[in-house]
Each structure stands twice: as structure tokens, then as C-alpha cells.
């Protein structure tokens, strides 16, 4: 069984920072593109990050670029989402993501990824 397990979530206030973690078991993700996404209250769930197998390439979305960070330990099975200068507008349940296709190209389209984790809750206050 392909387990996603995330952690780091909590509460911060405006422009805190949290390091998100993802611990991947029962598959070794070194040839996949690995991901992360967020859904808010009432929204629908968006691609925050994404990650190229070899590390080499990392996408972002608008919203969180130049303030998050992606990056992965493939000898730990660990990707990892460094966010910082929160905003309210980043409150949200963050799930890691993994593409099983191997070595297929990294987008932040939800569509190729299959195995979702549970997720961990971001809270940023003003």
C-alpha cells in the first residue's frame, strides 16, 4: 500500500513561516514528480508546488512564488514545502501529491497525480 503522510501544519500569524513535510511508504518516488496542493473553505483544491524526479526543476503558482520552497530527499522518501511571509489567503488543508507515471513530465495539473495524502491544515492569521 502507497501511503502519503504529511506534517508541519499549524496555526502562525501573518508573514510566519511553517516547513510542511511529506514521508512517503510503501513506494520509492525517485523517478516521480511529486507535488503539493491546497484547498480552502468553500474553494476548490489548487496546485501550490511540484517537483521534478531528479530535483533539477521546481513549479510554482503565482501565489506562492518567490515565498515557497519545494524540495525532496529521495534517500529519505521526504518532500518538503518551505513557506514563508504566510498570508491569511494561505490558510488552507495542504496535501502532498505523487505522479506514479515515472519520469513523465512535472506539471502542477492535478490530473496526473494519483496518490494524495490526507493532508495537514495551514491557519494564517492577520
Not at 53 to 74: H, L, M, N
Not at 92 to 117: H, I, K, P, Q
Request: with cysteine; glycine share 12%; proline share 3%.
Amino acid at each position: 500500500q502507497v501511503d502519503l503522510v504529511e506534517s508541519g501544519g499549524g496555526s502562525v500569524e501573518e508573514g510566519g513561516s511553517l516547513r510542511l513535510s511529506c514521508k512517503a511508504s510503501g513506494y520509492t518516488f525517485r523517478s516521480n514528480c511529486m507535488g503539493w496542493f491546497r484547498q480552502a473553505p468553500g474553494k476548490e483544491r489548487e496546485p501550490v508546488a511540484a517537483i521534478d524526479p531528479d530535483g533539477g526543476s521546481a513549479y510554482y503558482a503565482d501565489s506562492v512564488k518567490g515565498r515557497f520552497t519545494i524540495s525532496e530527499d529521495k534517500g529519505q522518501n521526504m518532500v518538503y514545502l518551505q513557506m514563508n511571509s504566510l498570508k491569511p489567503e494561505d490558510t488552507a488543508m495542504y496535501y502532498c501529491a505523487a505522479d506514479r507515471r515515472n519520469w513523465a513530465g512535472c506539471t502542477l495539473r492535478e490530473v496526473n497525480f494519483s496518490v494524495w495524502g490526507q493532508g495537514t491544515q495551514v491557519t494564517v492569521s492577520s
